[in-house]
């Protein structure tokens, strides 16, 4: 009898075993805790991901339309008082982005500013694009001003206009205005590391 | 800080605490050039536009620190009651004005138009001229324009017969 027992409890154990095994793989689990913690995997593409989550944000976009309009705000509306690409990305003869927009951001008026401010050429639009669309368009020379990858390096982390960002000022409102959701020395690394491992962009 | 700039033609020195105050409230409060307008505050409707070495600016969206060196004209330095710029004899031509808050900053944007495009078309004043109008007196307005690119042809022909 006594041995029955024994067999049975082994057996049962070593059923729980696997299927615990099988039900949680590399998660640890913690005593203390009802719900296991998820052990953190390497994503293989963490550097492209970090990379295009600050591409895809407002601060980026508004500035690469698909159809020669600035957009403004985190809801991407269309610019404001009718402004359009103009012959050289920089609005009509009279009215320019120089009209309102300076140098640097105006906290009294909560208009934004910086260097060279100014929308992308049409061929670099990236509106309404995927994160894998837009990262092919940027790798592209026909679709990315004929720079080398080199080149959209120093464009993506270092250009002052890009850098803004990061200190894109406060709206008229008073409020600050959203910033690209990856801290900026994080991105900057994240890009370099994508270009210097050959720029894969991956499927999804 | 001090900062200097040429204003219609007057050389201006300001004493500025903070160089990012709006060169509006400087033109306005300290120089009391009162002809240029504070409308929104947020360079949207257009009342505070001035020139800033000839090019249409909104003067409350523009830090003092920019004007620095610069050649600056407000609706005073335009023309004058005794010689009106073709934009503001236009003005009085097609008796634009309702309230007349607005019109400076309208009349300096034109101003700025007709140095760029002697002869706008519609859809020129429809993409350059974007200030608001609360009395919407944009139909006027579009007619003085036009005016006001004959008067400036005009003026133009008659200086090149007396040259």
Redesign the interface.
Known sequence: MKKSIFLYSLVLILISGAVVASNYGDDVYDSNLIAPIKKSKKDPHENYNKMMDVIMSPRCINCHPNDHVPKQADDGHPHYFGIARGENNHGFQAINCATCHQNTNNDYSGVPGAPEWSLAPAEMFWEGLSRKEIAESMMDPVRNGGRTAEETMHHLTEHELVLWAWQPGIKADGTPREIPPVPLDEYKKAVKAWIANGAVIPEN | MKIEFTINGVLQSVEIEDS???LLWVVRDVLNLKGTKFGC????CGACTLHVDD????S????VK?AEGKQITTIEGLGSPQDPHPVQQAWIEEVVPQCGYCQPGFMM?TA??L???PNPSDE?I?????NVCRCATYYRMRKAIHRAAELTQETNLKTQENV
């Open positions: 990012n105050t709006p505050g947020k360079a949207a090019e249409a600016v909104r409350c969206s523009y830090a920019f944007a700025a138009l140095n760029k495009k020129d429809d993409n350059n001229i974007v």
